[in-house]
């Protein structure tokens, strides 16, 4: 999934609203991001054209909605960047996050739960996954 920054503070807005026209987006992002309507449009048919959104005739103005729900792209977002990196090394973006990342006692319960359900199935070790040359893994080292 290939979205920028500004299509994705689009795509949160579409979310949100469940459907937007590219007057609502103006309204609420366009101030904060010096954006015109032209360019509100040129993001909107770029997530058309990647197939992010898809539009219908409402009145004068047309209506997009998302091909994708919010948690499907977040979904895709972190896999696509965790595919750049060796998956010996996922564990260290995961802590780091789990330290950055604020939390209610309810959401360390359940990540408490889902590692105690991702204790059943732990490796002895994470194989690396990287081309050889790529990463310092003792696997690789040596080349």
């Not at 604020?102 to 490796?123: F, H, R, V, W």
Request: proline share 2%.
């Amino acid at each position: 999934m290939s979205i920028s920054k500004s299509e994705w503070e689009i795509m949160r807005v579409i979310w949100t609203k469940d459907a937007a026209t590219s007057g609502q987006i103006l309204d609420i992002l366009g101030e904060k991001n010096s954006w015109t309507s032209s360019t509100v449009k040129t993001f909107l048919k770029r997530l058309v054209d990647k197939g992010y959104l898809t539009r219908k005739r409402s009145g004068k103005s047309y209506l997009y909605s998302s091909t994708l729900t919010e948690q499907d792209a977040m979904n895709q977002q972190v896999d696509d960047l965790f595919d750049k990196f060796c998956q010996r090394k996922h564990t260290m973006i995961l802590k780091h996050l789990l330290k950055e990342t604020p939390m209610t006692l309810t959401d360390i319960a359940a990540l408490q739960a889902l590692l105690l359900a991702k204790k059943e199935e732990a490796l002895d070790e994470v194989p690396c996954n990287c081309i050889p040359g790529q990463c310092r893994c003792k696997e690789h080292f040596d080349l």
